[in-house]
């Protein structure tokens, strides 16, 4: 394990399938897996007997950002990689993020997300263009935005590299799920306005 890369992967879980266990599996050649547990009620000891990860727990499902940067104040390496637990990254990523991290001339990595959709690879269409900043030097980034986040770097930074290998993002495996996980962030979105409007309206209109 001392020989890994200084990187720690970071990963949010709040449910489980087959794309957990293969997005953990692909970020072994890391030094540190971090897993943010949402209430999954996964039986993780069992899967620590096959990978090495470190698991904590977050309950909060309103806001993604302060989840992530929460997360980030547990990491001891140099750099974090944040990865869905529907993604999974292969073995051409991992040696380029490897060689850019050794590299150490950029703040940040940014990688092109290709979609995989009730097994097919998308080929065309507004996914297909994506590109999203998932590797950051500890200290130089944060995340911003409570449900759509980002990984933003922090003013007095700035280079990023984007990557030439694509990580691979299993979106959905079945019309159900599609439907659901709509359904999922359109609600919470919701709530999320509603509860802005009400603090924006005790603000203008105090008791």
Known sequence: MTNKPDITIIIPCHQFDERVEKAIASAEW????????????VDWATLQKKYHFSVIEHHDLTNFSEMKNQAMKEVQTEWVFFLDSDEFITHELAKEIEQRIQDNSYDAL??????????????????????????????????????HEELRLKHEYGKIKKLSSPLFHESHISIYEFIQKINFYTSLLAQIRKEQHIILKSVLLPV
């Open 110 to 147: 940014s990688v092109q997300r290709v979609d995989i959709f009730l097994n097919k690879v998308i080929f065309h269409g507004e996914t297909r263009s994506v590109i999203f900043t998932r590797v950051v030097k500890m200290g130089r980034g944060e995340w911003s935005g409570e449900v």
């Open 30 to 41: 890391a030094k540190e897996i971090l897993i943010i547990d949402q209430n999954s009620k």
